[in-house]
């Protein structure tokens, strides 16, 4: 089986206020191994919400996830979160660095625990290609959004995931830095084989896909 990401039947239902609100219906989705997926659709369709449910941060109502073959809602939570480490990465919608450490600290969290020299290396060569050279030091509070999403960007791929979900990384960029992630992502893409899939409201950051989905509603469009 070549697909990478497989879902069956997920639903994400919220209870509030007496009434259910579905967030996601019904979503059967495949991803081959080495796709780059755009997913786009209206504000509040549900995109974060099935990322967070295709990286395991959010556990879904209904319905089942399959990463490489594995059901990883059978998991336990132990094994789920070295599972995560090991194959996905995420980019959040609001980037979620740790406050108290630098740009290059933020990035060499997943890694360090293996080698600290190395992750050094790797996180600051990565930090200099999304143009962070003069900001490695800096904590999140002294950085513009849009520096804070490239080090998010930067963390999500460090460890080399072969799954990588980015929930609108070029969010708060401009056009010349959009450009910059979006061919550093193609190239890892290609050369590395990672399977994407990227939310976004943007066009420009589409047409960097294999193919886009699009939800309206919770539901996927077909
Ligand atoms: N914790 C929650 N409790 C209740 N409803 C929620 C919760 N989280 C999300 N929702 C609802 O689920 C729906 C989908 O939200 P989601 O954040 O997935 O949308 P989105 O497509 O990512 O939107 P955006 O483009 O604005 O980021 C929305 O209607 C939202 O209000
Ligand atoms: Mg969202």
Known sequence: MSNIIKT????????????????????????????????????GSGKSTLLHILGGIDIPTE???FI??????????????????????????FHYLLPEFTALENVMI?????NKKEAREKAEKILIRLGLKDRLNHKPSQMSGGEQQRVA????????????????????LDTFNTQIVMEMLKELNKK?????????????????????????????QT
Do not use: W
């Open 8 to 43: 069956e039947n997920l639903v994400k239902r919220y209870f509030l206020e007496g009434t259910y609100i579905e967030a996601i219906t019904d979503i059967n989705l495949n991803v081959t191994k080495g796709e780059m997926v755009a997913l786009m659709g209206p504000s």
């Open 63 to 65: 319905g089942k996830v």
């Open 68 to 93: 490489k073959e594995q059901d990883i809602f059978s998991l336990s939570e132990k094994k789920l979160a070295r599972f995560r480490n090991i194959n996905i990465g995420f980019v959040f919608q």
């Open 110 to 114: 997943p890694v360090q625990i293996y």
């Open 153 to 172: 960007i930067a963390r999500a791929i460090v460890n080399n995931p072969s799954v990588l979900l980015a929930d609108e990384p070029t969010g708060n």
């Open 192 to 220: 590395n084989n990672v399977t994407m899939v990227i939310a976004t409201h943007d066009e420009e950051v589409a047409k960097y896909c294999d193919r886009i989905i699009f939800l309206r509603d919770g539901r996927l």
